[in-house]
C-alpha cells in the first residue's frame, strides 16, 4: 500500500487530467512490475534453501552431521529467517 501511495502522490508533469491519470497509472505498472519481481525472486531463493535443508535434515535422520554440514545447516537456517524478514518488509 505505501508504495501505492508514494507513485500515486508523486508529481507528473501533463497538460489535463486524462494524461496526468494515465501517466501515474503506467508509473504505478512499472513500480509494481519492479515490486512483483523482487518478491518472486525471495519465494524462489526461499524455496531453494528449504529444499537444501531439508537435505541435510534427512541426512542427519541416516547418520551425524559432519561439522561443516552442521554449520551450513545453521547458516541457511538463519538466512531463510532473513529472506522471510525482507518478504514481510515487502509484503507490508
Known amino acids: 500500500m505505501e508504495l501505492v501511495k508514494s507513485v500515486w502522490s508523486a508529481n507528473v508533469r501533463a497538460s489535463n487530467s486524462a494524461t ?3 501517466s501515474k497509472f503506467k508509473l504505478l505498472r512499472a513500480a509494481l ?3 512483483s519481481k523482487k518478491l518472486s ?3 524462489r531463493l526461499i524455496k531453494i534453501c528449504s529444499s ?3 537435505v541435510l535434515d534427512s541426512l542427519e535422520e541416516q547418520r551425524p552431521l559432519f561439522i561443516q554440514e552442521y ?3 545453521n ?3 538463519a538466512h531463510i529467517l532473513r529472506l522471510h524478514g525482507y ?3 515487502i509484503l507490508e
Open 41 to 43: 525472486n525471495l519465494s
Open 20 to 22: 496526468r491519470i494515465s
Open 75 to 77: 547458516i541457511l537456517k
Open 87 to 89: 518478504k514481510k518488509r
Open 33 to 35: 512490475k519492479k515490486w
Open 71 to 73: 554449520n551450513f545447516r
Open 52 to 54: 537444501k535443508l531439508e
